[in-house]
């Protein structure tokens, strides 16, 4: 799939703005703070129904303005689309083709994409939370039925944790939570090592790659549950029920789940050096890529902020043959490592205007 069309109206520091885009790159080039991420933004927002990097939908919202709005036209299977989200104070609305949204769930995974930031990097060194973001993000791209469970479950664990926040705990109604938490924490065990595995097999080949055959990327998916009935859940999380009463909070469960990401059998995270961990991001990136193409029979949308500064030039040279045939939205303050690519578009990007 391929964007087309963008227009923002009152979107960030935009107001008014129309462009074209290509199927191939497209690379916003302008100096710092002049609206090339907020592009990455709204790109991100017509996919998810949300910011990554806002709180609330209304930080989206010119400062000069009430509203704001996306307007996206997509080609998917060669069939135009169109993607339209508006934002006020008091409401977001999300069409689809014309169509309400009514539910995220139902909408998530309509438009493919993959994003890379500096922040990405998190996702190696960072806590475990980022990793977990990591694989859901995409699981949640792939699986309806995944999305669902995993809200169904971060519902359950609120109410849990406000039961043990209490003076006096109901026991029976924690068990009925636990109950229907091991139903979602199988469905999820089971998801997340499914496509652990698929990722895998891409990054070592994409790492091989990389590296010349140096270094072996391995991805350890830690988990209490892996390979347990529902029951055997459901004991396990009652079992562990008076140490939460004395934590008051809950210390089991896919909350905890952890991917540990090794380079030659060691923890990159503690382990290996900048480069090391750049390139196992990088394989770990386009492995996400290779993923979702191939289980959704659909090309993602790559969006690339600013990474470009963060990588290497043999490092980079491999990503622009990598992405030459696919959609890219790539930003950059200087664009120097553009050389000999033939399907790409410079928009230049100054004070939330584009120079076309
Ligand atoms: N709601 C908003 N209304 C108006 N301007 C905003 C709003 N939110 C953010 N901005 C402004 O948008 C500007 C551009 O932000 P953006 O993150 O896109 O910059 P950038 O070009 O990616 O810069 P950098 O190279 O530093 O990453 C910022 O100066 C910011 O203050
Ligand atoms: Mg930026």
Avoid: W
């Amino acid at each position: 799939m391929y964007v087309n069309k963008l227009k923002l109206n009152y979107f960030r520091n935009y107001e008014e703005q129309e462009l074209e885009l290509i199927n191939g790159i497209n690379l916003f080039l302008g100096n710092n703070a002049q609206g090339k991420t907020n592009i990455i933004e709204s790109i991100y927002v017509s996919s998810f129904g949300k910011s990554y990097r806002a709180q609330k939908d209304s930080e989206l919202i010119n400062f000069h303005s009430d509203f704001c709005r996306i307007d996206l036209e997509y080609y998917k299977n060669s069939i135009l689309k169109k993607n339209e989200i508006y934002i006020d104070h008091s409401k977001k609305i999300i069409q689809n083709d014309g169509i309400k949204v009514k539910k995220i769930s139902d909408f998530i995974g309509e438009i493919l994409i993959v994003i890379f930031s500096p922040d990405s990097l998190d996702i190696v060194k960072g806590s475990p939370s980022k990793r977990r973001e990591f694989i859901d993000m995409i699981l949640c791209q792939l699986s309806k039925s995944y999305l669902i469970a995993s809200q169904e479950y971060m519902k359950c664990l609120k109410l849990k944790n406000a039961m043990l926040k209490k003076e006096k705990i109901d026991r029976e109604y924690v068990h009925i939570l636990n109950e229907k938490m091991s139903v979602y924490i199988k469905k999820i065990v089971e998801s997340r090592k499914i496509i652990v595995e698929k990722l895998l097999n891409k990054a070592q080949i994409i790492e091989n790659h990389l590296t010349n055959g140096k270094e072996k990327i391995d991805i350890l998916y830690h988990t209490d549950f892996l390979g347990m009935t529902e029951q055997e859940i459901l004991n396990y999380l009652d079992e562990h029920l008076y140490i939460e009463e004395m934590r008051k909070a809950s210390i089991k469960g896919i909350q905890r789940d952890d991917f540990i990401i090794c380079i030659n059998g060691l923890e990159v995270n503690k382990f290996g050096s900048q480069g090391q961990k750049r390139t196992a991001l990088l394989s770990l990136k386009l492995a996400n890529f290779e993923v979702l193409k191939e289980e959704k029979n659909e090309i993602p949308i790559l969006l690339l902020d600013d990474i470009m500064s963060e990588l290497d030039n043999e490092r980079i040279a491999f990503l622009l043959k990598y992405i030459e045939n696919y959609q890219s939205i790539i930003t950059t303050t200087e664009a120097s490592f553009v050389k000999d690519i033939e399907r790409i578009k410079i928009l230049k990007v100054s004070n939330g205007r584009l120079e076309i």
